[in-house]
C-alpha cells in the first residue's frame, strides 16, 4: 500500500481501518484531475463500489474553487500536478475555504517525493496512482464516514513516512517552490527550460537554485542531482 495518513485530525478505532461498502448515506465526491480519462476511470471506480454516490468533476484550480463554493462535498480527491498551478497550492487554497473539507491527493508521484508536503499543507491521506482501485475506495469510505484516515498507520513504517521523532530532511525545509525546482534541475532541465516550465524568469529561478544550494549546504548542481537520486525525489 503507498499511501500516507494525516496525524492531525483525529485517531480512529482500529475496527474502523476497513469500513465495509454499502448501505451507507449517499457521498459527494469532487473529482479534481486535468486528465478526463484518469476522472472517468475514477468516477467508474467509485460508482461501482459505492451504493449511493454523486461524483463531481473539475479540470482545473479555478473549477475546482467554484465548485466548493457553490455545493456540499463529502471528499475532494485532488492531483497533485495540475496545469494552471501547483496542486499543493490548490490544496491549501481548498483548506482555507473549506477547513473541515477531507482531501485526499491521488498523485502519480511516489510517497517519499511529495506525501509529507502533503499532509503537511493540509492533506487528510496521500495516495498513489498505482494503488489497488480498492484502497482507494476504502480510504473515500473512511473519509466520507469519518472526515479523517487511522492515524495510527502513520508510525508503521508506510513510504515516505518518517517517524514523529525524525529530524527533518534537508529537502523537507524547502519552500514549495524550492522543492520545485530542485525536482527539475534534478531531472536534468536547465534554469532557462524551468523559468519557461514555472513561468517564472530566469533570474527568479537562478535565486531559487542558490537558495536551495544554501540551504541544503551543497554547491554545485551535481550535488543536488546525486542527493534527489538517492533519496528518491524524482521518477
Not at 494525516?6 to 476497513?18: E, M, V
Not at 518518517?162 to 522543492?179: G, K
Not at 525546482?181 to 517564472?200: D, F, N, P, Y
Request: hydrophobic share 40%; charged share 25%; proline share 6%.
Amino acid at each position: 500500500m503507498d499511501f500516507i495518513l494525516s496525524r492531525d485530525r483525529g485517531r480512529l478505532p482500529a475496527r474502523d481501518f476497513d469500513p465495509p461498502i454499502g448501505h451507507r448515506p449517499a457521498a459527494r465526491v469532487l473529482l479534481v484531475d486535468d486528465h478526463p480519462v484518469v476522472r472517468q476511470g475514477i468516477k467508474q471506480i467509485l460508482t461501482d463500489a459505492f451504493e449511493s454516490i454523486e461524483v463531481g468533476e473539475a479540470s482545473d484550480a479555478g473549477s475546482a474553487l467554484s465548485a466548493i463554493r457553490t455545493s456540499v462535498w463529502s471528499v475532494v480527491v485532488l492531483d497533485i500536478s495540475m496545469p494552471d498551478i501547483s496542486g499543493l497550492d490548490v490544496l491549501r487554497d481548498l483548506r482555507r475555504e473549506q477547513p473541515d473539507l477531507p482531501i485526499l491527493i491521488l498523485s502519480m508521484h511516489p510517497a517519499e517525493q511529495f506525501a509529507r508536503r502533503a499532509i503537511d499543507s493540509g492533506a487528510s491521506a496521500y495516495l498513489t496512482k498505482h494503488s489497488d482501485p480498492r484502497e482507494l475506495v476504502r480510504v473515500v469510505q473512511t473519509l466520507v464516514d469519518h472526515g479523517a484516515y487511522p492515524d495510527s498507520q502513520a508510525e508503521a513504517g508506510l513510504p515516505g513516512v518518517q517517524p514523529p521523532t525524525a529530524a527533518r530532511q534537508p529537502h523537507e525545509e524547502l519552500s514549495d517552490r524550492e522543492y520545485q525546482v530542485l525536482r527539475m534541475i534534478a531531472l536534468g532541465k536547465t534554469v532557462s527550460q524551468i523559468a519557461s516550465e514555472i513561468q517564472l524568469s530566469v533570474k527568479t529561478v537562478s535565486t531559487y537554485r542558490a537558495r536551495v544550494l544554501e540551504k541544503m549546504n551543497m554547491r554545485t548542481t551535481a550535488e543536488l542531482m546525486r542527493y534527489a537520486i538517492v533519496n528518491h525525489l524524482v521518477d
